[in-house]
Structure formats: structure tokens, C-alpha cells
């Protein structure tokens, strides 16, 4: 099992650091940034693929208690939930490529907003995997919780009004804003299978 979660961890790393990268690369428009991110999203689906293999391999042998044989089901299900993240991340990259050659207007308040929900978004992920791996249920529901943060952000970009960008760089912008989103989304779903492995009990947030 330790080899699994050595595996989770270094697929989280990749995560949180695709999320803010995409981003950036978004509001800053560079190119080369989103190419490497969507470049690495192929290396995360590696790592996720050797945790499900590794998993299979657990299982065949049938020497887990049934406790591990909880952690590992779950597992595969968290690494599952983490791809989903990384292409939602990988989402971000596209877009930053998209918008780069479209001419922009004033979207600082915009970019600082989605700025502010990648953070969150990976910071949310990062509490979520921690939960998960050392099996703290409360450490769970404080992290999905912050998935709140991030729906309220998303509506609010969606209603605001005022200067911006062109009509379709704006479009651009709000679809970034929905790949944050539903971060939030997939991150309660870690968040749903730490309280499993801690307590025996299903729990759904959304």
C-alpha cells in the first residue's frame, strides 16, 4: 500500500501544479507554458494508469485485509477523480492557446478572479488527497467544503458585468472558469472516498 500512496502523491504534485500552470498560462498568454502543460498531461495519465495496475495486481493477490481492500477500490477511484482534474487542467492550457491571438481589453479583475479560483482549486485537492491518505474524515469535510468557494466564484464571474474583453475571449475566460468549477467537483469526490476509508460510511456532496 505504500507504494500506491507514494504513487497518489506524486500524481497530486502533478495536479496542483497543472492547475496553476494552466492558468497562468492563460492569463499571461504564453504559448510555450501551455504546450508543457498539455505536454505533461500525457506523464500524469502514466502515473494514474501504474496506480490502477498496481491496485489490479494487489487485489489478484488476495492478501489485503478487508480494510486495504477498501483503500485499495478507493484508490483506484481517486486516481480516476485526479486524471479528471489533470484534464480539466489540460482544458486551461487549450484555452490559453485559443485566446492568445485573440485581441484582449481590460480583464484584470478577471484574471485575478481566476487566479484566486486556482489556488483554491488546488489547495482543495491537495487537502482532499491528504485526507484520503491518512484516512481523516474531518480533514475531508473541512476540504469540500471549499468547494463553495469555488462555485461562488464561477457564478460570480458568470454575472458580472462592466469593461472586458471581446465577446468570445470573455467566452473563453468562463469556460476556464467552469474547468476550475468542476475541480471543486471531482475533488469532493476524493473527499467522498476518505470519509469511506476512515469511517466504513458513504457520503455524497453532490
Not at 499571461?28 to 502515473?47: C, F, G, W, Y
Not at 484534464?87 to 485575478?112: F, H, M, P, V, W
Request: glycine share 4%.
Amino acid at each position: 500500500m505504500e507504494t500506491l500512496h507514494q504513487h497518489l502523491i506524486q500524481l497530486t504534485a502533478l495536479v496542483s501544479d497543472a492547475i496553476i500552470r494552466g492558468t497562468e498560462a492563460l492569463i499571461t498568454h504564453d504559448k510555450a507554458l501551455a504546450r508543457q502543460v498539455s505536454a505533461d498531461d500525457a506523464n500524469l495519465n502514466r502515473v494514474r494508469f501504474a496506480i490502477e495496475e498496481h491496485t489490479y495486481a494487489l487485489l489478484e493477490a488476495g492478501q489485503l485485509s478487508d480494510r486495504d481492500v477498501r483503500i485499495a477500490v478507493s484508490m483506484v477511484i481517486v486516481s480516476q477523480a485526479l486524471e479528471h482534474i489533470g484534464d480539466s487542467a489540460a482544458n486551461l492550457a487549450y484555452l490559453a492557446l485559443q485566446t492568445s491571438s485573440i485581441k484582449t481589453g481590460t480583464t484584470r479583475a478577471i484574471d485575478e478572479e481566476l487566479t484566486e479560483m486556482a489556488r483554491s482549486a488546488a489547495e482543495m485537492v491537495l487537502a482532499a488527497v491528504t485526507a484520503f491518505v491518512e484516512g481523516d474524515a474531518r480533514m475531508a469535510e473541512a476540504a469540500v467544503r471549499r468547494d463553495r468557494e469555488l462555485n461562488d466564484a464561477y457564478e460570480g464571474l458568470s454575472n458580472s458585468t462592466g469593461p472586458a474583453d471581446t465577446a468570445e475571449r470573455r467566452f473563453m475566460l468562463l469556460w476556464a472558469a467552469h474547468n476550475l468549477q468542476q475541480i471543486g467537483a471531482h475533488a469532493a469526490t476524493i473527499c467522498e472516498r476518505a470519509i469511506f476509508v476512515a469511517t466504513g460510511e458513504l457520503k455524497e456532496f453532490r
